[in-house]
């Protein structure tokens, strides 16, 4: 299920269609399978290998990273398990 709902959520833009089926099959996730996505993509955190997964290889904790997909959890906050990790890439550090 956990896949089914990242492919939804990155096939949601391809059309009206497309984004109705990912809110139905988003909304079918948490109501009967306590399964959501997480996170904002585009957004910075730091790096966490237990939410967190590189999209190029290894990335040290506490790196700053950038969102590039959600992540799926199970359960309700605050009490939640990752389930499928982000994906995420490192932000580049640009020179003052």
């Not at 730091?46 to 992540?71: C, K, N, Q, T």
């Amino acid at each position: 299920m956990a896949t089914l709902l990242l492919a939804a959520w990155e096939a949601r833009e391809e059309g009206a269609g497309a984004r109705h089926l990912f809110q139905l099959f988003s909304g079918i996730c948490k109501t009967a399978f306590r399964l959501s996505l997480a996170g904002d993509p585009g957004g910075v955190a730091e790096f966490d290998p237990a939410v967190h997964e590189g999209s190029g290889g290894d990335i040290m904790s506490g790196v700053r990273v950038r969102l590039l997909r959600p992540w799926v959890q199970w359960g309700e906050p605050p009490v939640t398990r990752v389930i499928v990790r982000a994906l995420v890439s490192p932000v580049e550090h640009t020179a003052p």
